[in-house]
């Protein structure tokens, strides 16, 4: 027995250092429709959704007069909500999931689980501190932002790399493909909830 569709949702919202409206299907094709006014992010979000087979749409409007690290985290913080919003009570779906994926020489490994449990462990150097304007601290603030919101636990590793553009998109791809896995319906759970307590 399949989830039952639609697992979508879609969220607004407004403080006063950022505007952000979001929408995710998570049984879609990959499509993705991003804005946010940082062109590296905006490249991120559209693999995340590329390689998670989500269809995305994000609008947001921040403070990028001050910094980059507002909108980041506030994406985060909506993708997570979304994420969490469009799974339900996860019925049927297989809960765990991991990749380990290569971007020419750097090579990155997520595990995920949708756990109800909200927990980042990040260990990602890079090797300099921007891409183009973005500071590449704000990467750990993202995942730390959507893990909490989604209520997942989330591992990123970097396991090898010294080109910081090929690091960040192997953690992106390989947290897309985990997510995509975690996702997914396991037909041999049917309708079950994936938790000896009955609950996630």
Sequence with gaps: M???PPRTASLTRTTS?????LTLDLDGS???EIDTGIGFLDHMLTALARHGLFDLTVRAKGDLHIDFHHTTED?????????RTALGDKRGIRRFGHAIVPMDEALAEAAIDL?????????VPFPRDKIGEMDTELFEEFFRAFAFNALMTLHVTRKAGSNAHHVAEACFKSVARALRMAVE?????????PST???L
């Excluded at 994406?75 to 994420?83: E, N, P, T």
């Design 75 to 83: 994406v985060g913080i909506v993708l997570g909500a979304a994420l």
């Design 17 to 21: 250092e950022t505007d952000i409206s």
């Design 197 to 199: 307590k009955g609950a």
């Design 30 to 32: 990959g499509r993705a």
């Design 2 to 4: 399949l989830p039952s």
């Design 185 to 193: 319906a396991d037909p041999r759970a049917g309708s079950a909830i």
């Design 115 to 123: 756990s109800g449990r909200a927990f980042l462990a990040w260990d």
